[in-house]
């Protein structure tokens, strides 16, 4: 028999799987070329050429015992995280040195790391809706409390006067995603500071100590020069969650780190608990072939321009057949407002095009769709005449 607790995820298990299996089933059925297959943040830019010659490069020139054994630290290979460090500080103006890079598997495996080494049971981790839905499981596995913002749907930015009053003294952290998942949208400088003060307000108010993690896969993923703040230069007690899943698009490779600064409260045993954390969460340390991999493809990026001349053609071609959505400045997806209250029955509806959406409910905020847009550029072309029959049945 499984767990309890395994019950109910599995219950509740990610609808967006769920919608890519779907997808393949489709596939089969009618081709591939025939499916609109919306729902999986996927990247489709094959990963940068200079990964590829780093990875032959790697396995030629390195000793094999090194490059696949564990590391000495479960945190990583202190060379890779003194180039991550240096790469930040030149960046964002910081002052990182190796220690304060933990690598990671991926953000899912940061985000687990850093939640096992915060929480107590019944602590509660804040987050804005809509918000990336396997935050719930995260939390949950380390039996915190998942306390919601509700989404303000003017612009996406959070609703500020809500967090303040949802703060109590068993905050334990925040979790703030940008550019976000399932929005595009970029907290703006502004959001950020104002968040930042009420966190500072909070903590002297209670006289606790909350932390600010920033999952930020998407970082790279940012259109018209849209600026993303670094958020460790708002707030003493961030912690960063970064991936190369999407920025490199090395999704399955399981790549990524944690930013711990100094300056953040309790920070020497944050870092040596992340580091148990780490091994004994079962990760033991982050793919080690991997860690040099991105070592040497500090300054790689991947090629945005795909993404956007998907961003636009995808967004005008929905004005066009009537929808409302907000213009993504980030990331690849599209959040768009379902004609109808019950946005499932709506993908429901899309699904009869084959096109596949996932339900705003997922990422806790109803009556939108999100659209990944990740995808062949003619799968966006030839889904915009399906989008406009869909939207007809609304008329
Ligand atoms: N956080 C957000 C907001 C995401 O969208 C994703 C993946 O889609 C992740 C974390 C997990 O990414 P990774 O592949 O780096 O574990």
Not at 226 to 231: F, I, K, Q
Not at 303 to 315: G, K, V
Request: proline content about 5%; aromatic content about 10%; charged content about 25%.
């Amino acid at each position: 028999m499984i767990s309890k607790k395994m019950e109910n995820m599995v219950a509740n298990s990610s609808a967006i799987r769920a919608m890519f299996e779907e997808g393949n089933r489709l596939a089969k059925l009618y081709g591939p070329e025939n499916v609109f297959d919306f729902s999986l943040g996927n990247p489709n830019v094959p990963a940068p050429e200079a990964v590829k010659k780093a990875i032959i490069d790697l396995v030629n020139e390195e000793d094999s015992l090194v490059l696949h054994g564990y590391t000495n630290s479960n945190a990583g290979y202190e060379d890779v995280r003194q180039a991550i460090a240096e790469s930040l500080n030149e960046r964002f103006g910081t002052a990182f040195s190796a220690k304060n890079i933990t690598m990671t598997v991926g953000a899912a495996g940061g985000l687990n790391v850093i939640l096992k080494t915060l929480l107590n049971p019944g602590d509660e981790v804040i987050v804005f809706a809509p918000y990336f839905g396997e935050y719930r499981s995260y939390v949950n596995n380390y039996d915190g409390v998942l306390v919601e913002i509700s989404p303000n749907t003017v612009d996406f930015q959070p609703k500020l006067d809500e967090f303040e009053a949802k703060i109590t003294e068993k905050t334990k952290a925040v979790i703030v995603n940008t550019p976000n998942n399932p929005t595009g949208v970029v907290y703006s400088e502004e959001t950020i500071q104002k968040l930042a003060a009420i966190l500072e307000k909070k903590q002297k108010e209670f006289g606790t100590d909350i932390y600010l993690i920033s999952d930020e896969p998407y970082r790279e993923l940012a259109y018209d020069g849209v600026e993303v703040p670094w958020l460790t230069n708002y707030y003493a007690s961030t912690i960063v969650g970064y991936s190369y899943s999407k920025s490199l698009s090395l999704p399955g490779e399981r790549i990524g780190y944690l930013v711990i600064p100094d300056e953040a409260a309790d920070s020497e045993n944050l870092i040596s608990a992340a580091n148990v954390a780490t091994r004994i969460l079962g990760f033991v340390n982050a793919p080690t072939l991997q860690q040099k991999v991105v070592a040497r493809c500090l300054n790689e990026k991947t090629d945005l321009s795909f993404y956007n001349r998907n961003r636009e053609t995808l967004y005008n071609g929905l004005l066009e057949c009537g929808f409302e959505c907000i213009k993504p400045e980030g990331a690849f997806y599209l959040f768009m407002k379902s004609p109808v209250e019950d946005e499932k029955a709506f993908c429901a509806a899309a699904k009869k095009y084959n096109i596949l959406l996932v339900a705003g409910s997922s990422f806790g905020c109803p009556g939108y769709v999100r659209i990944a847009y990740c995808v062949a550029y003619d799968t966006i072309v030839n889904s915009l005449p399906k989008f406009k029959e869909l939207a007809a049945e609304y008329r």
